[in-house]
């Protein structure tokens, strides 16, 4: 099993930056894949970026130019840096890890996940 730990949310203004991170533990050798998800208040959670252990990144449109996923394998901590925010990306972020190969058109599903951290929140105002 894997346990997943978010920090760095915040209140920021609009334009403002905020650096996200992540860090597993438990069985982390089982992990190949991880992701950054949001959950806007009443809406569905959506997928932010997704990147596996050959540093392969996908990234939905939204986060494209803005976003940065990246993952410091000395340090074992997964990072998102969001740039230049925006009231839309005011959510709840999620980290998400999973042990399961699957094609790219996956990797920024919910479904392709089996461990979920509790979130941090993001408020852009």
């Known amino acids: 099993h894997v346990q997943l730990v978010e920090s760095g949310g915040g209140s920021v203004q609009a334009g403002e930056s905020l650096r996200l991170s992540c860090v597993p533990s438990g069985d982390t050798s089982s992990v190949h894949r991880m992701g950054w998800f949001r959950q806007a208040p009443g809406k569905g959670r959506e997928g932010v970026a997704a990147?596996?252990?050959?540093?392969?990144?996908r990234c939905d449109d939204s986060a494209t130019g803005r976003f940065t996923i990246s993952k410091d394998n000395a340090l074992n901590t997964l990072y998102l840096e969001m740039n230049n925010l925006r009231l839309e990306d005011t959510a709840m972020y999620y980290c998400?890890?999973?042990?399961?190969?699957?094609?790219?058109?996956?990797?920024?599903?919910?479904?392709?996940?089996?461990?979920w951290g509790q979130g941090t929140q993001v408020t852009v105002s």
């Open positions: 990147i596996n252990d050959d540093g392969i990144i």
């Open positions: 998400a890890a999973t042990g399961t190969y699957r094609h790219l058109s996956w990797w920024l599903s919910l479904a392709s996940y089996e461990y």
